[in-house]
């Protein structure tokens, strides 16, 4: 059977056997779920990948030197390229979070992106983490941003930033929390 035929027959043989299991009694609660079919990440040839990576470069360059429209530009570019780069974009969601003059942000954009990064990297990447984590911030979603800047701190076993920058970060989001739970409710105007 090719994969095509098995990836849709798969679901529905697990749909099955997971009616038939209840109906015959044999599931209960303590049982372990159906495991999930695995998404198969989209093939991306090495030179799309390596042509991604120059891409990538080149936008972080381009950034520094303040022209921020084209940078955005090439990150999307390198992201289309290869929609595996982690790392694009990670930083491509920080920058559009973060960083982008006021015009350029997209807080909707970034978390698709720092979501999708964390997923291409395993969740195991406390960059990407605290990405996620620093989106929700700016989101104002701050239960969010503590629970994933509690995931870069404690599952982070990849990337570039140091404890003490966590640490302080998960601080930051803990304290916005803790404020908007003070905060009044204002009720809706009908």
Known sequence: MGYEKARTFLPVLMAGLAVFAAASGRLCAEEEPPPKILERQPAVSEADREASKKMYDDAREIEKNGDVKTAASQYEAAIKLDPTHAACMNHYAWFLAVTAPPKLRDLAKAERLALQA??????????????????YFQKKEFARAVEWGKKALAEGLEGHSKKKYLEEQLDKFV????EQAKAPVTPAKP
């Open 118 to 135: 964390a997923k291409v990297s395993g969740e195991k990447n406390r960059d990407i983490l605290d990405t996620v984590a620093e989106v």
């Open 175 to 178: 304290n916005a929390a803790a």
